[in-house]
């Protein structure tokens, strides 16, 4: 069984920051490919980063790319999502995920296991 449990959310003024963690429990899915989406009242869930499984190659959405950084530490089976310069538009719900290939990483079907979410809100 395995587990992602994210946490880090909360409420930020317009232009500040916020780091996203996740960390993954049981069986090996640590040192496999992560991602980060999100979700926002009434939208479906949108792709947000995602990276390699060694950590070496990175993925952003377009909306994103600049501001948010995904990194990940094997070690400790976690992974993060720097969020800087947020801006309203990026309030939402966030998820962890975890894939076992790079297939299909912007893809909410490239995931075999899903975080419970962490709400980011963004005030203007």
């Known amino acids: 069984q395995v587990q992602l449990q994210a946490c880090g959310g909360g409420l930020v003024q317009a232009g500040n920051s916020l780091r996203l963690s996740c960390t993954v429990s049981?069986?090996?899915?640590?040192?496999?490919?992560m991602g980060w989406f999100r979700q926002a009242p009434g939208k479906e869930r949108e792709f947000v980063a995602a990276i390699s499984g060694g950590g070496l190659r990175t993925y952003y959405a377009d909306s994103v790319k600049g501001r948010f950084t995904i990194s990940k530490n094997n070690a400790r089976n976690t992974v993060y999502l720097q969020m800087n310069s947020l801006k309203p538009e990026d309030t939402a719900v966030y998820y962890c995920?975890?894939?076992?290939?790079?297939?299909?990483?912007?893809?909410?079907?490239?995931?075999?296991?899903w975080g419970q979410g962490t709400l980011v809100t963004v005030s203007s």
């Open positions: 995920a975890a894939a076992s290939s790079e297939r299909q990483l912007a893809l909410p079907r490239g995931y075999d296991y």
């Open positions: 049981g069986r090996t899915y640590g040192s496999k490919p």
